[in-house]
């Protein structure tokens, strides 16, 4: 590989994790600005409204910067503050499970090993079975220096999650990371998308499309068959939304349905 090359996606690597660092301040400009809110009308009503109508201008710039952030997203995000506890294990953990997913450009499928990633499978079959990610986007397509589609948002923008937090789980499966800190993701890889801090996974996750090299920090919990990989591939193809390398994919993806299923 040119040395041009490595350090495209070098920097490719370190813009998105600029990016991540940004949304995730950005959200918790948001949780501040709305408990101070709450306290202001807790104490005068009076004062409390004026507090909101000042406290809304500011929330309207964070969702500009959110907005902002959002067009060059990546492996990323959930909520990283747990709000809600974890589901309850119910699955196998020696067995294999597929997720399957019906969407508007062909069903995308891809099996999980319950052995290697439980917390991971266990929280996909409990969100899924609840229809959490029914009629939700694949908002983030990357064609540049890192190959992937991200799923998983119920906000569609890259800021949403399911209240909790999951923990990294087989972060050793693709080997030891080499000397620029990265391991390859191979096609067909599904992996966790996260904050940039450990233990941030959510509901959002990522599809490699083509060979990408990213640190061993995302969570590989699943594989695409043949079908499914062409699929995004596709997808990837027809590139992001205004000609840009990272952003909303022109073939908008809408994910219609989810099931996970014991294989």
Known sequence: MSSSEQRRRQLAREKFE????RREEARRRTRRITAIVAASVAVVAVVGVSAFVVAG???????????????????????????????????????????????????????????KTPETVNSFKA?????????????????????????????????GGPGYNIPDENLDALGKAGDDGTVVYPPGTVAMANTGQPDSGGSQ?????????????????????????KAVEKVGAAGVEGGAGDGAPKKAVTVEKVSVEKS
């Open 18 to 21: 600029r990016q991540q660092k």
């Open 57 to 115: 201008k500011d929330d309207d710039k964070d969702k500009k910067s959110e907005a902002a952030a959002s067009q060059t997203p990546t492996p990323e995000p959930s909520e990283s503050e747990s709000k809600a506890p974890t589901p309850p294990m119910k699955i196998d953990k020696k067995a294999t499970y597929t997720m399957s997913l019906d969407t508007s450009q062909g069903d995308i499928a891809f099996s999980m090993d319950a052995a």
């Open 127 to 159: 969100l899924a079975d609840k229809g959490y990610f029914n009629d939700t986007k694949c908002h983030r397509l990357t064609t540049q220096g890192i190959f992937v589609l991200q799923c998983g948002d119920p906000k569609g923008d890259g800021t």
């Open 205 to 229: 996750f990522f599809l490699v499309y083509k060979e990408t090299k990213l640190p061993p920090t995302y969570t590989p919990f699943g594989t695409m068959d043949d079908a499914s990989l």
